[in-house]
């Protein structure tokens, strides 16, 4: 969900199917999406050459502060992964609500994990969609503010 607001706020739209393989990272329009997605996934694989291969391309295109940046998310979302995996946390019911259509669309409900997440009804559903789009407008209303805050 941030990466979808994070790009929307930027004035852009992204096919975010590209963060689970459902399209290719080229097409994705995410913003250097090739080079932070294929970062993510030689991490992932554990291939150190291709850890190595990665980490040189993404600091070759975007410099060694955005590198650490995209380490540092990587590591956020590893950490958060395995700690909810590992406990069984399901995903609170606000959070099933506002993500649904993006769970959807990335096939995130296959995984095994997923049996822990509630199911909603359709007062659920219809509450997630107005959340969604308030949160949404929120996080498009601080980018707009920050870039008039830095012009």
Request: glycine share 16%; net charge neutral; with cysteine.
């Amino acid at each position: 969900m941030m990466l979808r607001a994070s790009v929307e706020a930027g004035g852009g739209s992204a096919d975010l199917r590209a963060v689970t393989g459902g399209v290719n990272s080229a097409e994705s329009r995410i913003p250097n999406g090739d080079v932070l997605i294929g970062l993510a996934e030689a991490v992932v694989g554990g291939d150190e050459d291709a850890i190595a291969r990665a980490r040189r391309e993404l600091t070759d295109r975007l410099g060694p502060e955005a590198l650490v940046d995209a380490c540092g998310v990587i590591g956020n979302f590893e950490r958060m992964v395995r700690i909810a995996e590992s406990t069984g946390i399901p995903l609170d019911p606000p959070m099933v609500a506002i993500t649904e259509d993006l769970r959807i669309q990335l096939g995130i409900d296959e995984f095994a994990g997923a049996r822990n997440t509630p199911t909603l009804g359709r007062f659920g559903r219809m509450l997630g969609c107005v959340g969604r789009n308030i949160g949404l407008a929120g996080i498009r209303a601080a980018a707009a503010l920050g870039r008039k805050g830095k012009g």
